[in-house]
């Protein structure tokens, strides 16, 4: 099943991917089974390779320490990579936001 | 005419800066990647269009930045610096062993002669080489091999900050590591030796003569006398006379012999430039006075110039990647202050200007002379 996510990224890697609004990703779900949060981070840097590296730890794939992900009002930031999204990201009614965390500076 | 490029890395962007060879006018751009860390950006000698800029973030971490027209455009290059194998652990602050992190890259040195070819320092403390341009970078990991596990961080974090490349004999490299001294590789990068015979660290290291463990801030040569080198240390401002094999003391009359950077004038390899600053704890100039110090002694005898520079109610540091000289005659010297000026002698440090100010912090200065 092919779906279309909504993702909006924070103003750094935006500038960085050279993207000026939300983007659109196409994910192919395994076998139909539920779009996970891991493939929607593997579709990210497979469409923009500069962000390998800036989302999560390249070898690890652990999220850096001050970058959130957000959905439908829900903090994923700190489920594993096979939770699935909600509906309403993996139907497009809602973006998926990754956000740099507040800290000073 | 020639002309001058200074290329400034900053808390929060770069910046370049050009003029004419008069350098009195200078007209500046940037900044570049807004928001970011900018700790080194250095062109090319072989291609002085080449540039080479570390940008990091506490947020985004590390990527690397490569540009082909002089800074007009830029491309990401690869930002993946991988240990070579298990790096193992280095000492910690609190002398347990804690794993080798990655964690940015300090400090950019491309070859003298080949604009593909770029080595870069990165903390925690090792070597990485790239010859394909940036697009892939390989560790040197007999660097760390140098008694690596007992290297510690200093408050600054155990980054490799300094790289002296020479173009008469390549297989030669000299690194600076804080808080680990200096290295020297005589066989282009594959082995390495502590070369810090004649440091001594008293309020630092129980043993004030350890082979490893020095803060090294910054060490420099001149390009035609590659066996003298000269170094700012944590405290102490020495010179070596053969190699690095060993080092002695030449602060001399100094108000401070604590500071971060140090230049040799590019056409006299005796006249070199220091920055002192109060102290350790107290990381300003000493009577709130921002002074260069120039020696044309090669050291030990050193004269304040202070002309066009501020002389009261001054609190900036100067970093240690901050000052850069150029090539033209006169000499031109360059720094940049955590107050966000860059000061800027077109004659041998006689007389300055700030050539910008308010930028934010500055971390690093360079300098290119363009045709």
Redesign the interface.
């Known amino acids: 099943m092919i779906t279309m996510i909504r993702v909006v990224l924070p103003f750094h890697l935006r500038n960085l991917a050279r993207v000026y609004d939300e983007v659109e990703l196409e994910i192919n779900s395994a076998q139909n089974g539920p779009v996970t949060l891991g493939a929607l981070l593997d579709a990210i840097e497979l469409r923009f390779p500069v962000l390998r590296g800036t989302i999560r730890d390249p070898d690890t794939l652990k999220r850096r320490p001050f970058v959130r992900f957000y959905a439908c009002k829900e903090d994923l930031s700190h489920e594993p990579p096979e939770t699935p999204l909600p509906p309403e990201i993996v139907t497009g009614a809602e973006p998926f936001f990754i956000m740099g965390a507040m800290s000073g500076g | 005419m020639s002309r001058a490029r200074v290329l400034v890395g900053t808390r929060k962007g770069a910046f370049i800066l050009t003029a004419d060879g008069t350098r009195k006018d200078w007209e500046v751009s940037g900044p570049h990647f807004g928001?970011?860390e900018i700790y080194h950006v250095k062109g090319s000698p072989a291609d002085p269009d080449r540039l080479y800029a570390s940008q990091t973030?506490?947020?985004?971490?590390?990527?690397l930045q490569r540009s082909d027209d002089g800074g007009k455009t830029w491309e990401?290059v690869s930002?993946?610096f991988?240990y070579d194998g298990n790096p193992g652990t280095h000492q910690w602050y609190d002398g347990t062993q804690h794993p080798w992190e990655f964690k940015r890259v300090w400090h950019l040195e491309p070859s003298p002669s080949d604009p593909d070819t770029v080595y870069a320092g990165v903390e925690d403390a090792a070597l990485f080489k790239t010859g394909d341009g940036g697009r892939s970078w390989q560790e040197l990991p007999g660097l760390r091999s140098a008694k690596g596990k007992i290297w510690q961080p200093g408050a600054g974090g155990m980054c490799l900050h300094t790289i002296l490349l020479d173009p008469i004999r390549p297989e030669e490299i000299f690194v600076a590591i804080s808080a680990a001294g200096t290295f020297r590789s005589d066989d282009g990068g594959v082995t390495w030796r502590p070369v810090n015979n004649g440091l001594k660290s008293p309020y630092e290291l129980p043993d004030p003569d350890a082979e490893v463990g020095h803060c090294v801030h910054r060490i420099a040569r001149h390009p035609s006398r590659s066996g003298v080198l000269f170094m700012q240390k944590h405290w102490d401002v020495m010179r070596s006379d053969d190699r690095g094999d060993s080092w002695h003391e030449v602060s001399g009359n100094l108000p401070s012999d604590f500071g971060f950077p140090i230049d040799v004038h590019a056409h006299e390899p005796e006249t070199i430039y220091v920055v002192p600053i109060k102290s350790d704890s107290e990381h300003y100039p000493p009577d709130a006075k921002l002074r260069v110090y120039r020696s044309r002694t090669g050291g030990n005898e050193w004269e304040a110039l202070t002309k066009g520079l501020p002389q009261r109610d001054c609190y900036v540091n100067v970093l240690r990647d901050a000052m850069a000289v150029d090539s033209l005659d006169p000499c031109g010297i360059y720094f940049g202050t955590t107050g966000g000026q860059v000061y800027a002698s077109a004659d041998s440090g006689d007389t300055w200007n700030p050539i910008v100010r308010d930028l934010p912090a500055v971390l690093s200065v360079e300098v290119q002379v363009l045709a």
């Open positions: 928001g970011w973030s506490g947020w985004f971490g590390q990527i990401a930002n993946e991988k």
